[in-house]
């Protein structure tokens, strides 16, 4: 009779250690004064001050940078999983010809630098009077998280038996039931894999974010980048302003958290 052995996870927590080691040290110097940085290392702050969080919450460019982000990448997120899921089907379910050559060629999208696109976009945008508007970066991002949104989702519509849309269709359901009943939440794993990634490319994107906002839209991470020259000699407040970015991501994790785990374990071997 064998014995099970509990192993240490060293590894995990090598790796967790080193992760946090920026993010810790970008808190610790969130909680200092420009003086106390410059006055050499150390690993805590010898007087905590709130200053820095308080400056970016009084400076009406600053939080709503935040505001702008979530918006714009919210909407990104919505618009791909609208598009995504019928394609996705269209893909895994019929055959037409080309199929292979679209579904292949659409990877070619994401394939591409946001760089290449980004003269053609806002020379688009401006023509429809659109720059400076959430839609605007959210149409943008959604242009690169598309092809892998239908990727995904294909692939976990493909796993789901065929036999269950003729069940459907024989019990009276129509096609919006079917989705809304049957197929959505067998496939929500898929879903929550989808909208991660299409959330963390939206989320920490800046070339396009920045080209095609002027004021209204500016989102957080493009102002960081607009200012860090400015703001060179004070990267307490850039430290403070980056730790808050973070923290959006976090809470999308959490709360995406089951569907994650279930998303990302269907494809391993155990």
Request: charged share 10%; with cysteine.
């Amino acid at each position: 009779m064998t014995e099970n052995k509990k192993t240490f996870p060293v590894t995990p927590i090598i790796y967790t250690f080193f992760i946090l080691i920026p993010i810790y040290w970008m808190a610790t110097i969130s909680f200092k004064s420009r003086q106390e940085l410059g006055s050499g290392l150390s690993f805590f702050p010898k007087e905590p001050t709130l200053n820095n969080y308080g400056l970016i919450f009084s400076d009406s460019a600053w939080y709503l940078g935040y505001l702008n982000a979530t918006f714009y990448v919210l909407i990104n997120v919505a618009l791909c999983l609208l598009i995504a899921l019928p394609a996705a089907y269209a893909f895994s379910r019929y055959r037409f010809y080309g199929k292979e050559f679209f579904f292949f060629g659409f990877l070619t999208f994401r394939m591409m630098a946001p760089a290449i696109m980004l003269i053609p976009m806002v020379e688009i945008f401006s023509y429809l009077g659109l720059i400076d508007t959430y839609f605007a970066v959210a149409l943008a991002h959604t242009y690169f998280n598309l092809p892998i949104a239908i990727w995904i989702l294909e692939g976990f519509i493909s796993g789901i038996p065929k036999d269950m849309d003729n069940q459907a269709k024989i019990d009276g359901y129509t096609y919006f039931q079917y989705f809304k009943k049957i197929l959505i939440p067998q496939i929500a794993p898929g879903i929550g894999v989808t909208a991660f990634f299409c959330f963390l490319f939206s989320w920490t994107e800046v070339l396009l974010a920045n080209a095609l906002t002027v004021i209204d839209a500016k989102p957080i991470n493009a102002i960081m980048t607009r200012v860090a020259s400015v703001f060179s000699s004070n990267i307490p407040i850039l430290s403070a302003a980056g730790l808050l970015t973070i923290i959006p991501g976090i809470i999308f994790v959490i709360f995406l958290r089951k569907y994650l785990v279930k998303g990302f374990s269907l494809g391993r071997i155990d």
